[in-house]
């Protein structure tokens, strides 16, 4: 399995970015991909995920609303969009996956997921 994330950068409180992740070599079809974030001197904390089989998607509480996961199957890539960016959202962004059915409630904890992108810095000034 290669996960390989883009899209990271700079950009303006209140601005936009969408994250990819290109995702490879699954010998399955029912797997999920999560986003998950670091900052500086905290714990990774998962923002989103979504199961390949069925599209079904699970977000963190406090993002939802601005923040979308999306897939497209074609291009084996997972989006993930995020609008009225705050600084706060500054972190390295990675995206990982884990087989499918343990993208369950526990969704958000990282111990599930056995592939990790190099993640990709997501900077948000004020």
């Known amino acids: 399995v290669q996960l390989v994330e883009s899209g990271g950068g700079l950009v303006q409180a209140g601005g936009s970015l969408r994250l990819s992740c290109q995702a490879s070599?699954?010998?399955?079809?029912?797997?999920?991909i999560a986003w998950f974030r670091q900052a500086p001197g905290r714990e990774r904390e998962g923002v989103s995920c979504?199961?390949?089989?069925?599209?079904?998607?699970r977000y963190a509480d406090s993002l939802k609303g601005r923040f979308t996961i999306s897939s497209d199957s074609a291009k084996s890539t997972v989006y993930l969009q995020m609008n009225s960016l705050k600084p706060e959202d500054t972190a390295v962004y990675y995206c990982?996956?884990?087989?499918?059915?343990?993208?369950?409630?526990?969704?958000?904890?990282?111990?599930?997921?056995?592939?990790w992108g190099q993640g990709t810095q997501v900077t948000v000034s004020s």
């Open positions: 990982a996956s884990a087989p499918g059915p343990l993208i369950g409630n526990s969704w958000h904890r990282a111990i599930w997921y056995d592939h």
């Open positions: 070599g699954f010998a399955s079809d029912d797997y999920g």
């Open positions: 979504i199961r390949r089989r069925d599209g079904t998607t």
